[in-house]
């Protein structure tokens, strides 16, 4: 099977094989392949409301790349979720007929609801036994994030917000680095919509926070001291809201350029990293959570569950 999640910020492919259905509900996926391109679907989205034509081509090239890898590795099925920046754009179509000519099947673009089920069915399946329940999953994309409780039986419920690392960036962090009114602007913004959303999943009954995408796992990376990305070493760690906090600060203080020097740091995401670990900080802290597990399984895989 053939997953893409395609952002605000970058597209991923997943090729896997699911397992049988008598293998268990916790059986994992087989990965075939893994890849991640950092495209920036959403520049500019929230100040044009609509695609930027340089984003839609640098999209194009990396769907591409990812069409010859279905068709090397054979996957029966595709499944090709869009999430904030195309339901943003007024210019939408565009990119649907984009998509239906280099990938050869149309885009779904999925409701909020819908991300959010998808995200937290690909984070909570496999996770380690003595994970105490409920969760509360996040996942910070580029233009939104989702806020999700449930347990292991399932989804209780869920809600998608316009906070994103891209959206926060583009709205209130312009300086190289950003002044502390620019971060104190965004944090107000924030801790506004958080509030809402904690108080209609509800979020803080929650007892474990999980949280998902590149913000997280890049944060968690710096946080742990690793000198490259190791998805096995960033996979369910487990990380203080003492060290979430110490990171951003870190992060918010520093150039784009110093932030390019540090391993872990994607170069894609070396400009939005600061507004994504103030997302995950003010999260932490609104929700009142002592720690964050990091999961490297996500809408991805959950994309991927649902062509079973």
């Known amino acids: 099977m053939a997953a893409i999640d395609c952002g605000t910020n970058s597209i991923r492919l997943l090729v896997a094989d699911l397992p049988e259905e008598s293998a268990g509900p916790q059986a994992p996926l087989a990965d075939v392949t893994r890849r991640m391109e950092i495209v920036r679907l959403g520049q500019g989205v929230d100040r044009t409301g609509r695609l930027a034509p340089e984003a839609i081509e640098?999209?194009?090239v990396a769907l591409a790349s990812y069409a010859a890898d279905i068709e090397k590795f054979g996957a029966q099925r595709v499944r090709m979720c869009a999430t904030s920046a195309s339901r943003d754009a007024a210019n939408a179509a565009d990119f649907t007929e984009m998509v239906r000519q280099t990938l050869g099947v149309a885009p779904e673009v999925v409701s909020g609801d819908e991300e959010a089920r998808l995200s937290f069915t690909g984070a909570?399946?496999?996770l380690p036994a003595d994970a105490e329940e409920p969760f509360l999953v996040v996942d910070i994309g580029g233009g939104s994030t989702e806020f999700v409780v449930g347990d292991r039986?399932?989804?209780r419920s869920a809600i998608s917000v316009d906070i994103g690392c891209v959206r926060m960036t583009e709205r209130h962090l312009a300086g190289d680095p950003p002044t502390p009114e620019q971060v104190?602007?965004?944090e107000a913004d924030i801790a506004?919509?958080?509030d809402r959303a904690l108080a209609a999943v509800p979020g803080r009954e929650a007892a474990t926070l999980i949280g998902l995408a590149g913000s997280v796992t890049t944060?968690?990376?710096?946080a742990e001291g690793l000198q490259g990305y190791d998805p096995e070493r960033i996979h369910y760690a487990r990380v203080s809201y003492e060290a979430v906090a110490r990171v951003t600060t870190d992060l918010l203080e520093l150039t784009r350029a110093q932030r390019l020097e540090i391993p872990v740091i994607h170069p894609g995401r070396a400009d939005v990293i600061g507004a994504g670990a103030l997302v995950l900080r003010v999260i932490m802290e609104r929700a009142g959570m002592p720690s964050v597990v990091a999961s490297e399984h996500d809408i991805?895989?959950?994309i991927a569950w649902s062509l079973r």
């Open 58 to 60: 640098r999209t194009r």
């Open 124 to 126: 909570v399946r496999g």
């Open 153 to 155: 039986a399932g989804l």
């Open 184 to 186: 104190a602007a965004a």
């Open 192 to 194: 506004a919509v958080v």
């Open 219 to 222: 944060v968690v990376a710096i």
């Open 300 to 302: 991805l895989d959950g």
